[in-house]
Nanobody, 127 residues
Framework: EVQLQASGGGLVQAGGSLRLSCAAS????????IGWFRQAPGKEREGISC????????YYADSVKGRFTISSDNAKNTVYLQMNSLKPEDTAVYYC????????????????????WGQGAQVTVSS
């Protein structure tokens, strides 16, 4: 059974940091790309970053570039999203998802590519 378990969300003040984790199981992790998405109330789901588990290639949406860092620990089948300099507009439910590909492209932040989704983790940034 494929599972993606996101954790690490919480409440933080503006300017603070959080690290999200996405623990994957039930598929060959090295053959997949993992993406992070977020959805704020009343808004569409937004892709913010992705990483190839094969070669570590990463991409970021402009909204988080320079503040967020995605990384992968293939030995633990886990992808992390380090979020720094958080802003109130980063408040959302954050999701991780898996895409059956060994090559990622800049369009990897589009939801259409992803095969499996985890449950969300709430991130709230207070002003």
């Amino acid at each position: 059974e494929v599972q993606l378990q996101a954790s690490g969300g919480g409440l933080v003040q503006a300017g603070g940091s959080l690290r999200l984790s996405c623990a994957a199981s039930g598929f060959t992790f090295d053959d997949y790309a993992i993406g992070w998405f977020r959805q704020a109330p009343g808004k569409e789901r937004e892709g913010i970053s992705c990483i190839s588990s094969t070669d570590g290639t990463t991409y970021y949406a402009d909204s988080v570039k320079g503040r967020f860092t995605i990384s992968s620990d293939n030995a633990k089948n886990t992808v992390y999203l380090q979020m720094n300099s958080l802003k109130p507009e980063d408040t959302a439910v954050y999701y991780c998802a898996a895409w059956d590909t060994i090559v990622v492209v800049p369009q990897c932040t589009s939801v259409i590519f992803y095969d499996y989704w985890g449950q969300g983790a709430q991130v709230t940034v207070s002003s």
